[in-house]
C-alpha cells in the first residue's frame, strides 16, 4: 500500500486490530439473520510524512451510508463546544450577516445552528442522508455529498465562496485526503479561514487510545503530517490550540498559501516541536502500541469474566463506534453484556455491529439495575457519570477500558 497524502509505501505497523465491521453499521433485527461484511482493521505508518493511515479495504460509500446512525447533537457537551467555537469565530473574524459559513461534515447541523441563531449565512455539507435530513429541520441549507475539489468548485458557482470554514472530525474520517483539503483552498475567499479539529495522534498513542481506530477513521493526524497535508494542497496553518475534545484534540487555523494574511503564530513551531521531541518522526514511538492495546484487551475480558462468575450484573452505556472497536477486539459478546444503552433512538432497538449486543433506551437501565455500567464512549465520561448517577442508590460502579481499566463507585 502506498500513502494517501505522499505516495511513499507503508511498511510500518502502528497496530493490528484483527478483523471487524464498520463501527456505525448498525444492525436491525432482519439484519441479524443475514451475514455482515468485515473487514481487517489495520493501521500503518509513513516513514515519509508520517500520516498514520488505515491499510485500504473498505469504501467511504460502505462506511457513510443513508442508514448512518451517527448523531451528534446527542451530546450535551459537544452541544456546549459547538456554541463555544461559534461565539468565539464570530467575534475573531469579525462574521455577520454579510459573511458566510461553510461547514464540512455538518451531521444533524448541531454546529450551524448557533450561526443561524446568530443570522449568519451558512452552507452544510453532508454525506449521509440521515444526518443531512436532521440539520435541515433546523432549516439549515445542506449540500449532501462528499467534499472535495469539485464540490468546492459547485459551490463556488453558486455564489458560495465562504469566510469561514470548519470541519470538525472528519479530516480523519477521508480516503482522498488531498483532494478533500485542496477543496478548501477552491471555495475559501482570499481572505478566508479554515478550521480543522481532529483527535491528537500524539495523544492517541501516549494515552493507548486504540479505540478511536476504526474503519471510518482512515488517518490519525499529527501537526507534523496535517501541516505537510496542507501546505501540499494550497493552504497554510497559521495556528495550533489543543482542546479537550474526543480524549484531546487539535484545532488548526489555516489559510489560503496565495492570499493568506495571517502570520503564522509561535503555537505553530511549539507543536511541531513538541512532536519531533516525543519522537513522532521516529519508529521508536510507535513500536509498544500494539502491546499496550493487547494488555487493555486482556484485562476488560478478565473483568467481565468474573464479574460473570461472581453473579455480577454488568451493562454498557453509549452505543460508541469506539466502543464497538474494543467490543469487537476482545471478541466480547452479549453473553457477557447483555445490552448497550444509548439516548439516540436511531441506534435504539438495533444491535451492535459484530457484537450483535441489542442497543436499548435507559429505561432498562433502571430495569436491570445492573451493578457495573461500562461507560463505552470514555471520553465523555463526566458528562455520563453526571447523567447516571442514579445507579448509586444500588451501590453501582462505572467502569471504564481505556486507557486502562478503571472501576469507581458512583457518588
Not at 467511504?60 to 451510508?65: K, N, R
Not at 469579525?94 to 441563531?117: K, T
Not at 429505561?363 to 457495573?372: F, T
Request: proline letters at 5%; charged letters at 20%; glycine letters at 6%.
Amino acid at each position: 500500500m502506498k500513502c494517501r497524502h505522499c505516495g511513499a509505501h507503508l511498511d510500518l505497523s502502528l497496530v493490528d486490530l484483527g478483523s471487524a465491521p464498520p463501527s456505525n453499521a448498525y444492525l436491525s433485527a432482519h439484519a441479524l439473520k443475514m451475514p455482515e461484511k468485515w473487514f481487517p482493521l489495520s493501521v500503518l505508518v509513513c516513514r515519509v510524512c508520517w500520516l498514520v493511515q488505515t491499510e485500504d479495504f473498505a469504501q467511504a460509500s460502505e462506511l457513510f451510508d443513508s442508514d448512518y446512525a451517527y448523531f451528534s447533537g446527542f451530546s450535551s457537551s459537544w452541544l456546549a463546544h459547538c456554541e463555544r467555537y461559534v461565539a468565539d469565530m464570530i467575534a475573531r473574524f469579525d462574521l455577520d450577516a454579510e459573511s458566510h459559513v461553510v461547514e464540512v461534515a455538518a451531521n444533524d447541523g448541531s454546529l450551524l445552528q448557533y450561526f443561524m441563531q446568530r443570522d449568519i449565512p451558512c452552507t452544510g455539507v453532508e454525506p449521509t442522508a440521515s444526518t443531512a435530513q436532521s440539520a435541515r429541520s433546523k432549516g439549515i441549507p445542506v449540500v449532501e455529498g462528499f467534499f472535495g475539489v469539485s464540490l468546492a468548485k459547485e459551490l463556488l458557482t453558486e455564489g458560495k465562496q465562504a469566510d469561514l470554514m470548519t470541519a470538525n472530525n472528519v479530516l480523519a474520517h477521508v480516503p482522498d485526503i488531498n483532494d478533500f483539503v485542496a477543496g478548501f483552498a477552491t471555495l475559501l475567499k482570499p481572505h478566508g479561514v479554515a478550521t480543522f479539529e481532529f483527535p491528537s495522534l500524539l495523544r492517541l498513542v501516549e494515552e493507548n487510545q486504540f479505540d478511536t481506530i476504526y474503519h471510518e477513521h482512515f488517518s490519525y493526524l499529527s501537526l507534523t503530517a496535517a501541516s505537510k497535508i496542507f501546505a501540499g494542497n494550497g493552504l497554510e496553518a497559521f495556528e495550533v490550540q489543543q482542546i479537550p475534545t474526543h480524549g484531546g484534540s487539535l484545532r488548526v487555523f489555516c489559510q489560503r498559501s496565495d492570499t493568506g494574511p495571517c502570520t503564522v503564530d509561535a503555537s505553530i513551531q511549539d507543536m511541531l516541536l513538541q512532536e519531533v521531541n516525543t519522537g513522532i518522526i521516529g519508529t521508536a514511538f510507535y513500536a509498544d502500541f500494539q502491546p499496550r492495546a493487547e494488555n487493555v484487551k486482556n484485562e476488560f475480558l478478565e473483568f467481565l469474566l468474573q464479574a460473570r462468575r461472581e453473579g455480577k450484573r454488568v451493562a454498557a452505556y453509549g452505543a460508541a463506534a469506539k466502543g464497538n472497536t474494543l467490543l469487537n477486539f476482545a471478541g466480547v459478546r452479549a453473553d457477557l453484556l447483555p445490552f448497550v444503552v444509548d439516548r439516540n433512538p436511531a441506534k435504539q432497538n438495533k444491535y451492535l455491529p459484530g457484537s450483535r449486543i441489542p442497543i436499548v433506551s435507559e429505561e432498562q437501565l433502571l430495569k436491570y439495575r445492573p451493578d457495573y455500567v461500562v461507560i463505552l464512549p470514555w471520553n465523555l465520561k463526566s458528562e455520563i457519570m453526571q447523567q447516571l448517577a442514579y445507579i448509586k442508590d444500588w451501590s453501582g460502579f462505572f467502569v471504564t477500558a481505556v486507557p486502562r481499566l478503571s472501576v469507581v463507585p458512583a457518588c
